[in-house]
C-alpha cells in the first residue's frame, strides 16, 4: 500500500512539474526568443540527468551500446526540438500557460489515433476520447459568435502531433536501450538544435537571460530533471494506463498555474473546451480488456 501510495504521489508530482512549466514557459517568452529559451533550457536538463544516471544507470563505457542508443537520440531530439520550438512559439503567441497545456495534451489522444493507422490495436474509448477532445477545441478556439484559429493556436496544435510522434519514436527504441542515457542524449541533441538557431536568428543578450532566469532554470531542472525522475520512480510501480491518466491531469495544472500566478482569465466556453478537451484526454486512456480482466 505504501508502494501504491508512494509511486500515485511521484506521478501527480511529476505532472504538477510539467504543468506549472508551461507558466515559466509564458514567462520566459517576455525576455527571451523560443529558440534561446529551449536551448538554455534543454542543455540544463541534459545536464540535470548526469547525476541521476551516475545514480541508476552507473556502468563502464560500452562503444557499442553508445552507438545502439545515438541514432534514436537523435531522431527523438530532431523530433523534440520541432515540437518544443512550435509549443514555446504558442506560448508566446497565445500567451495563455492554461490555453496552450490543453492544446499540446492533445498528443494523448493523438497517440492511440495514430496507432490505429498504423495496424495497432486501439480501445475504443480512443474514439469517444477523439469527438470529445474535437468538441472541447471547437470551444476553446471560439472568438466571438465564430469558430477562429490564432497562429498560436494552430502551432500548438501542429506542435501535438510532433509530440504525439515523439511518444511513438520513445516506445519503438526504449526498451532495448539505456532510458536515462537515450533521455540525455535526446535533450542535448534538442538543446544544440536550438542554440544553433538561436545564434542564427535572435539576438541573445545576457540581461534578458538573467531576466528569464528563474523561468529558464525551472523549465531545465525542474521540468526535465526532477520531472523526469519523478516520472521513472513512480512508473516502476504503476499501471501504465493509471501513470497516463495521472499525466494527463498536466493540462489542468497548467490551467491552474496561469490563474493563480499569471491571472490568466478564460471564457466560460473557453473552459468548457477544457474541460471536454481533459474528458477525451482520460476516455483516450481508457482499455476496456482492463476492465474485463478486472472484473473475472
Not at 514567462?27 to 526568443?33: L, Q, R, T
Not at 496561469?258 to 483516450?284: H, K, Q, W
Request: proline share 2%.
Amino acid at each position: 500500500m505504501k508502494t501504491k501510495a508512494k509511486s500515485t504521489f511521484l506521478l501527480f508530482l511529476t505532472a504538477i512539474i510539467w504543468g506549472f512549466a508551461f507558466v515559466a514557459q509564458r514567462v520566459g517568452a517576455e525576455f527571451v526568443g523560443a529558440f534561446t529559451f529551449n536551448g538554455i533550457r534543454f542543455l540544463l536538463g541534459s545536464l540535470s540527468l548526469i547525476p541521476v544516471i551516475l545514480m541508476f544507470e552507473r556502468e563502464k563505457f560500452d562503444k557499442s551500446k553508445f552507438l545502439k542508443t545515438l541514432i534514436p537520440s537523435l531522431l527523438a531530439g530532431t523530433i523534440l526540438f520541432i515540437a518544443s520550438t512550435l509549443q514555446q512559439l504558442g506560448v508566446e503567441w497565445t500567451g495563455s500557460a492554461g490555453k496552450a497545456g490543453f492544446l499540446t495534451g492533445l498528443y494523448i489522444v493523438l497517440v492511440p489515433v495514430i496507432r490505429f493507422f498504423m495496424g495497432k490495436k486501439t480501445s475504443i474509448f480512443t474514439f469517444f476520447g477523439a469527438i470529445f477532445a474535437l468538441v472541447g477545441l471547437f470551444f476553446l478556439c471560439m472568438t466571438g459568435n465564430e469558430f477562429s484559429f490564432g497562429k498560436g493556436d494552430i502551432v500548438l496544435i501542429i506542435g501535438a502531433f510532433f509530440w504525439a510522434a515523439h511518444i511513438l519514436v520513445v516506445d519503438e527504441y526504449v526498451n532495448n536501450i539505456s532510458p536515462l542515457k537515450f533521455s540525455m542524449m535526446q535533450f542535448f541533441v534538442c538543446g544544440l538544435l536550438s542554440v544553433i538557431c538561436a545564434l542564427c536568428t535572435e539576438t541573445i543578450e545576457l540581461s534578458a537571460i538573467k531576466s528569464a532566469g528563474i523561468p529558464i532554470l525551472y523549465g531545465g531542472l525542474m521540468s526535465v530533471g526532477v520531472a523526469y525522475t519523478c516520472q521513472i520512480l513512480g512508473q516502476k510501480d504503476a499501471d501504465p494506463t493509471f501513470a497516463s491518466i495521472v499525466f494527463s491531469t498536466e493540462s489542468v495544472f497548467s490551467a491552474i498555474g496561469g490563474a493563480i500566478i499569471l491571472n490568466e482569465i478564460m471564457s466560460g466556453r473557453g473552459y468548457i473546451g477544457c474541460a471536454l478537451i481533459f474528458i477525451g484526454i482520460v476516455l483516450s486512456q481508457l482499455n476496456i480488456d482492463s476492465f474485463r480482466k478486472k472484473a473475472k
